[in-house]
């Protein structure tokens, strides 16, 4: 589906129609407002299985993403100490809002071949030249968010990463899970 902002211009960012519900469920969670030391793990742990210089985890309000897991290989020790200007980015910014509004996978082995994610803020900004992300679908059905890794370097993640990212967003479903069975 096409859609168009009030100039008649055609939306680069999809139109998320559950962002009331997951920023609710988020809530719910406990998600998606501060650094959480499982998720920081976990990225780190993404990023060495994967062999790229940058994983996150994050959480996707109605507003706005939220990074509760950050691994860049530049500033290993960023997690708990990166600022709210590495956590925080509007709706408009990076592939994770169109990893959520699809609710499926999205490889971009070079962000350049394709127009429209290479006018993407973050290409300039973070470097970003190659992407691969998986939502994290909850029990209930909700994308609450996506894992994903980043890369100045073009990647051929091919099918291999495509399956890699996808096993890795269950590994991080079940961390969400285990942490509502938690409390």
Known sequence: MTTFD????RRLTPVDTHGAERAA??????????PEPEFEEFAKRVAKTLGVPNAMVNFISATQQ????????????EGAS???????APLDTGYCPHVIA????????????????AG???????????YLGAPLIDRTGTA???????????RPWGRDGLHAIKSL??????????????G
């Open 66 to 77: 939220y990074v509760g897991g950050l691994y860049s290989q530049a500033m290993p020790d």
């Open 120 to 130: 993407n803020d973050i290409v300039d900004r973070m470097n970003v030249r190659s």
């Open 6 to 9: 009030e100039s008649g211009y």
């Open 25 to 34: 469920r988020l809530q719910e969670l406990g998600l998606g407002e501060r």
């Open 82 to 88: 990166a600022g709210p200007e590495m956590r925080t």
């Open 144 to 154: 609450l968010g996506t894992l994903c890794v980043i890369d100045s370097e073009v």
């Open 169 to 182: 967003a269950s590994e991080g479903v079940e961390l969400i899970h285990s942490r509502e069975r938690q």
């Open 102 to 117: 699809r609710g499926i996978a999205l490889v971009l082995e070079d962000v350049c071949d394709y127009p429209r994610f």
